[in-house]
C-alpha cells in the first residue's frame, strides 16, 4: 500500500477546474503537514502549496488566488483544488510527506497525477 496514494487529473482547458486527492496511508501520521509540488516537461519539481495539522496553508506566488489546500483529518485525506487553471499548469503533480510525519522518519512522495492544461 502506497504511503501517499493520489487521486483526480486529467485533462482540462482552460479556466477550468480539477481536484487533486493524497489519501495518508500506513505510516504517515494523520495531522502530518503535506505539501504539493510539481514538474512541468523539462523543469525542476517545485514547490506550490502545503498544509498544517491546523489547517495552516502556504502557497507559492504562481498558484495563490487560483488553488486551494485543504484537508479532512478523519478521511485522512489532503486536497488540491485548482481553479482558473492555465497551460502554464500543465505538469505531473505529487503530495510528500517530510520525515517528521510519519512513524518511522522517512518521507514518502505520492506516485505523481498528470494535469494537462489546453489553451
Known amino acids: 500500500q502506497a504511503q501517499l496514494a493520489q487521486s483526480g487529473g486529467g485533462l482540462v482547458q482552460a479556466g477550468g477546474s480539477l481536484r487533486l486527492s493524497c489519501a495518508l496511508n500506513?505510516?504517515?501520521?494523520?495531522?502530518?503537514?503535506i505539501s504539493w509540488f510539481r514538474q512541468g516537461l523539462g523543469n525542476q519539481r517545485e514547490f506550490i502549496a502545503r498544509i498544517t495539522e491546523t489547517h495552516t496553508a502556504t502557497y507559492a506566488d504562481s498558484v495563490k488566488g487560483r488553488f486551494t489546500v485543504s484537508r479532512d483529518h478523519e478521511r485522512k485525506k489532503v486536497y488540491l483544488q485548482m481553479d482558473s487553471l492555465k497551460p502554464e499548469d500543465t505538469a505531473v503533480y505529487f503530495c510528500?510527506?517530510?520525515?517528521?510525519?510519519?512513524?518511522?522518519?522517512?518521507?514518502?512522495w505520492g506516485q505523481g497525477t498528470q494535469v494537462t492544461v489546453s489553451s
Open positions: 510528500y510527506v517530510g520525515g517528521s510525519g510519519t512513524i518511522y522518519g522517512f518521507e514518502y
Open positions: 500506513g505510516n504517515v501520521y494523520g495531522d502530518a503537514t
